[in-house]
C-alpha cells in the first residue's frame, strides 16, 4: 500500500485514510471487475443483436456504418472524451490531471465501446476496460471526497482490476498498470494495484468461471536451433509493428486534419469501409478471439492466416483512426497470432532443423506484436504465461520479444500511444512535469 | 450541535464505502445473471453450429464441416461433442495431427470417453501404430456408452477387427471376432459384417456360418448372398455357391463370373460322385479337350516369353505322352484321376499366362479342391 500522508493530519486521521483506502481499493478492485466482464457481455449481447446468428452480406455491409452514425454523434458531441482506446487518455490523467477523470467518461466509455465493438468495428475492448475502470475509481474517490493524492492513487488501481477481470490476467494486469499507465516498474503503488487486481479476478472467475482467454496446447522449444527461427518472428513482428503504429498514426491524422464539422460523420466514414471489409472477409469482426483461438491451435491454414493478418491490420487502423471507441490490444494479439502463423507455416517448410508446430509460433507472435506496439515487454512475456501456464514457451517469447521491440523503438521512436497523445497536442512525460492538464484527450 | 470535521469525514466515507459495497453486490447480481443468459445463449449457438457442421460432415462438405464445428467448439468448449466432431472432421480432411491436437487434451479430461478414444483410435490405425490403435480401440470398448449400448461395442470390435486384418494380424483379429461371440446383437448388419471380416481372415467357415445367419433373418440380403456365395465357393460347396449367387439381382461382374464357374463345376466336375461311366468319360474328354485346346490356342500366338512357351510345351508333351495304366482299357477311378491330372496340369501351366474361359476356371477350381482334399 502506499504512502500518501497529510503532514498536517493527526496520526489517527492517516491511519484511519489508510484503512479506508484499503477497503475502497478492494472495493473498486471488485467494481472495476463487474464492469469489464460486464462490458465484455454487452458487447456480445449487442453483437448478437446487431448481427445475428449467421448475419447476411446485407447486414454485414450496413449494421457498421448505420450504428456508427449514432456513436459518432454520442462521440462528438456527448462523450468526447472516450474515443479510441482509453489506454492513453488513463495515462495523461494519472500523470498530468491529478487522475480526475469526470464520471461521465467510465459511462460513455461503456455504451460508445459496446456500440463500437458490438458493431462489427475492428478494436478491442480492453483499453476501453481499463479507462472505464480507471474512470470508475477516479470518481468514486472524488464523490467520497479523498484527498488529490489519493484520487490518483486511484486510478492504476481502476485501470489493473478492470484489466486483470479483461484478460484473466492478474499478474500480467498488474505489470501493465505499472509499465504503461505509471510508467516506473518501482513504484509504491504495488500493493494497491496487487490487491484490486486479485479482487477483480477472483469476482471475474467467480461470474465467467476459470477459463484460460485462449486454450492453447503444451507448446515448446524443440531444439536450440529453433530460437533462429523465433529470431526471426521477432525480426518480422517487430516490422508488423512498426507498419502498423505507422499506418494508425498516419491514417489518424489524415482524419484529424478534415474538417472539424466532418468529425460527427467520420465514425460511420470508418463503418463504410469495415461494412465492405466484413462482407469479404467476416472474421476480421470485432474482438476477433475466436480466430486467435484457431490459429494458436493449427486450425487456420497459412493462406488465410496471410490473408487475416493484412485484412485485419487494415481494418483496424480505419476502425481506429476513424475515432471509433475501442483498443488496439486485441487487435495487436490478432494481428501478432496471423504473423507467427504464418512465419511458423514458412519455417516448418524451409528450416533444416526441426521445427514446433505454427501453434506455438502464433502464441509467440502474439507476445511480439504486443511488445512492439505496446511497448511493453514484460506485460507482453506474464500474460502469454498466463494465458498458457507453460514455462517452455518463455525463451523464445523473450527473444521474439526483444528483437520486436528493438526494431519496433529503431523505426517508430515515440511509443504509439505517447504518439496518439502528441496527435491531441499533449505532451507526456512520466513524473507529471511539462504538460497541460487542459490539454484535449480526446481520441 | 454540529460534529466535528473528523468525524463528518468518517461518516461520509463510512457511508460511501457501504454505499459502494451494495453496488458492488447488485453490480455481482446483475452481471451474474447477464453471464447467465449469455452462456445459455453461447450454448445454443454452439449446439447450432454443431447440428450445422454434422450436417455438412454427412454431406461430405468438409470444409464447412471444419469451420462450422470450430465456431461450435470454441463458443463452447465445456461440450466434449463438439471438439469430438471437430477431430472426426478434421481425420476425414486428412489432418490427423490437428485433430489427435484437439483429443488428446479432451481425453485428459476424461480418459473413459468411448468417443473420444475411438477417434483417437481411427487416427492411429491411419498412422499405422496398430497398438496404439488396439490401445484406444479397447478404451473405446470398456469405456461407459450412454446407453450401455451393445451395437455401439459391437461396431467398434468389428472396426478393430478390420484394422488388424489390414495389418496383417490376422489372429488377433479372429480373437476379436471370436470375442463378439453371443453379445453382438442379432442384426443382418452386424452378421454380415463379422462374416466378411472371418472371410477375409480366411476362416470361411466360419464366415458362412455368419452369413447364413444373416439370410435366416433376411433370405434375399444381397450382401449376405454373395458373401455367402463367395465363402461356399472357397469351400468348395460349389451347388450351395451356384444356388447362393444365382439369387443376387445384380451380381458384379466377379461374381457374376464365379456364378458360372460354380455352375460349370457342377455340371462338368468328371469327379464328381454319383455320376454313370459313360458321363464321367465324357466331362473328363471334355475337360482334356478344352485344356489341350487352350495350351495349343496360346503356343500359336507370338507374344510368349521363351521360357512360358518352354513351359507350356513341356506340359503339352507330358498330357499326350501315354500312360501306362490306359493301356489297359479299364475304366477305373484311378484312371479318371490320371487323366484329369493330365488336364489339371495342362490349366496350371497355362494360368495367368493364356487367356481363360469360366472352363478354365472351373477345371481349375475342381483341382484345387481335390488338391487341398488329398492328404
Not at chain 2, 488377433?172 to 471380416?197: F, I, K, Q, S
Request: aromatic share 6%; with cysteine.
Amino acid at each position: 500500500m502506499s504512502e500518501a500522508p497529510n503532514p498536517a493530519a493527526t496520526p489517527e486521521a492517516v491511519a484511519r485514510e489508510r484503512r479506508v483506502f484499503l477497503a475502497l481499493t478492494l472495493l473498486i478492485g471488485v467494481l472495476a471487475g463487474l464492469s469489464a466482464v460486464l462490458f465484455s457481455l454487452s458487447i456480445n449481447a449487442a453483437t448478437r443483436t446487431f448481427f445475428g446468428f449467421s448475419p447476411s452480406g446485407w447486414r454485414l455491409l450496413l449494421v457498421p456504418p448505420l450504428v456508427s452514425l449514432v456513436t459518432g454523434v454520442l462521440l462528438a458531441r456527448v462523450f468526447p472524451g472516450v474515443r479510441g482506446s482509453g489506454v492513453p487518455q488513463t495515462k495523461a490523467s494519472f500523470h498530468l490531471a491529478g487522475g480526475v477523470i469526470p464520471a461521465s467518461v467510465p459511462f460513455g466509455k461503456f455504451v460508445t465501446g459496446v456500440l463500437c465493438i458490438g458493431a462489427g468495428h475492428s478494436i478491442g475492448r480492453e483499453g476501453p476496460s481499463v479507462q472505464i475502470g480507471a474512470g470508475l475509481a477516479s470518481a468514486i474517490g472524488q464523490r467520497l471526497g479523498l484527498s488529490p493524492a489519493r484520487i490518483r492513487e486511484l486510478v492504476p488501481v481502476g485501470a489493473a482490476g478492470a484489466l486483470s477481470a479483461a484478460f484473466n490476467t492478474p499478474v500480467a494486469a498488474v505489470i501493465f498498470t505499472l509499465e504503461e499507465i505509471i510508467g516506473d516498474m518501482n513504484a509504491t503503488l504495488l500493493g494497491s494495484t496487487v490487491l484490486a487486481s486479485v479482487a477483480s479476478v477472483i469476482v471475474a472467475r467467480s461470474i465467467l468461471g476459470n477459463e484460460p482467454l485462449f486454450h492453447v496446447p503444451e507448446y515448446q522449444l524443440v531444439g536450440p536451433a529453433e530460437l533462429l527461427a523465433y529470431a526471426c518472428l521477432g525480426v518480422i513482428g517487430g516490422l508488423v509493428s512498426v507498419v502498423f503504429c505507422r499506418g494508425l498514426l498516419g491514417m489518424r491524422l489524415w482524419f484529424r486534419r478534415l474538417p472539424a464539422r466532418t468529425a460527427t460523420f467520420q465514425p460511420a466514414m470508418g463503418g463504410v469501409v469495415i461494412g465492405l471489409t466484413l462482407v469479404v472477409v467476416p472474421q476480421v469482426m470485432g474482438v476477433g478471439y475466436e480466430y486467435v483461438d484457431q490459429a494458436l491451435n493449427g486450425g487456420l491454414v497459412w493462406t488465410t492466416m496471410l490473408t487475416l493478418l493484412v485484412v485485419k491490420l487494415g481494418a483496424t487502423i480505419v476502425s481506429y483512426a476513424s475515432g471509433n471507441a475501442g483498443g488496439i490490444f486485441a487487435p495487436s494479439l490478432f494481428v501478432g497470432a496471423m504473423v507467427g502463423g504464418v512465419v511458423g507455416t514458412a519455417v516448418a517448410e524451409v528450416a533444416p532443423f526441426a521445427t514446433g508446430d505454427p501453434g506455438a509460433y502464433a502464441l509467440v507472435g502474439m507476445g511480439t506484436l504486443f511488445a512492439g506496439i505496446i511497448r511493453a515487454p514484460m506485460t507482453s512475456v506474464f500474460m502469454i504465461f498466463e494465458i498458457t501456464q507453460d514455462y517452455q514457451i518463455l525463451v523464445p517469447l523473450m527473444v521474439a520479444n526483444l528483437l520486436s521491440l528493438v526494431i519496433s523503438r529503431r523505426f517508430q521512436p515515440v511509443p504509439v500511444y505517447h504518439a496518439l497523445l502528441l496527435q491531441d497536442g499533449v505532451q507526456l512525460v512520466p513524473g507529471d512535469a511539462g504538460a497541460s492538464p487542459q490539454a484535449p484527450l480526446s481520441r | 450541535m454540529p460534529l466535528p470535521h473528523d468525524l463528518r469525514q468518517l461518516r461520509r466515507e463510512v457511508t460511501g464505502l457501504v454505499l459502494l459495497a451494495l453496488a458492488a453486490m447488485v453490480g455481482y447480481g446483475v452481471t451474474l445473471g447477464m453471464a447467465r443468459s449469455e452462456h445459455d445463449t453461447s450454448r445454443r449457438d454452439a449446439a447450432a453450429w454443431f447440428r450445422i457442421g454434422e450436417r455438412q460432415l454427412a454431406e461430405g462438405r468438409i470444409d464447412d464441416a471444419l469451420w462450422s464445428l470450430r465456431r461450435a467448439s470454441t463458443i463452447d468448449r465445456g461440450d466434449r461433442r463438439y471438439g469430438v466432431a471437430l477431430g472426426r472432421a478434421l481425420t476425414a480432411a486428412g489432418r490427423p495431427d490437428q485433430a489427435e491436437r484437439i483429443l488428446r487434451p479432451l481425453r485428459l479430461e476424461a480418459p473413459g470417453d468411448p468417443e473420444i478414444n475411438l477417434e483417437l483410435a481411427r487416427i492411429a490405425a491411419a498412422r499405422d501404430a496398430v497398438d496404439d490403435a488396439v490401445h484406444f480401440f479397447h478404451s473405446a470398448l470398456f469405456g461407459v456408452w450412454p446407453d450401455e449400448s451393445a451395437d455401439a461395442r459391437t461396431r467398434i470390435r468389428l472396426e478393430l477387427s478390420g484394422v488388424l486384418l489390414r495389418h496383417g494380424r490376422t489372429e488377433a483379429a479372429l480373437g476379436e471376432l471370436a470375442a463378439l461371440g453371443t453379445t453382438m446383437p442379432d442384426t443382418v448388419a452386424n452378421h454380415v459384417a463379422a462374416a466378411r471380416l472371418l472371410a477375409s481372415a480366411g476362416d470361411a467357415d466360419r464366415a458362412l456360418t455368419g452369413f447364413r445367419r444373416a439370410l435366416r433373418l433376411d433370405a434375399e440380403h444381397q450382401d449376405a448372398l454373395a458373401g455367402a456365395g463367395e465363402a461356399a465357393f472357397a469351400l468348395g460347396r460349389f451347388a450351395e455357391a451356384r444356388r447362393l449367387l444365382a439369387q443376387l439381382d445384380e451380381p458384379s461382374l466377379q461374381l457374376a463370373a464365379r456364378r458360372d464357374i460354380a455352375a460349370l463345376i457342377v455340371s462338368g466336375n468328371p469327379l464328381a460322385p454319383r455320376l454313370s461311366t459313360a458321363h464321367r468319360r465324357q466331362r473328363l474328354a471334355a475337360a482334356l479337350d478344352r485344356a489341350r485346346t487352350r495350351v495349343r490356342d496360346c503356343l500359336a500366338g507370338t507374344t510368349l516369353q521363351p521360357s512360358v512357351r518352354a513351359r507350356l510345351l513341356a506340359a503339352q508333351a507330358a498330357a499326350e505322352a501315354p500312360k501306362a495304366s490306359s493301356r489297359g482299357g479299364r475304366d477305373s477311378m484311378e484312371r479318371v484321376e490320371r487323366d484329369f491330372e493330365r488336364a489339371y496340369a495342362l490349366e496350371q501351366a497355362a494360368d495367368g499366362v493364356c487367356p481363360a474361359t469360366p472352363l478354365d476356371a472351373a477345371l481349375l477350381a475342381i483341382g484345387q479342391r481335390r488338391e487341398q482334399a488329398l492328404p
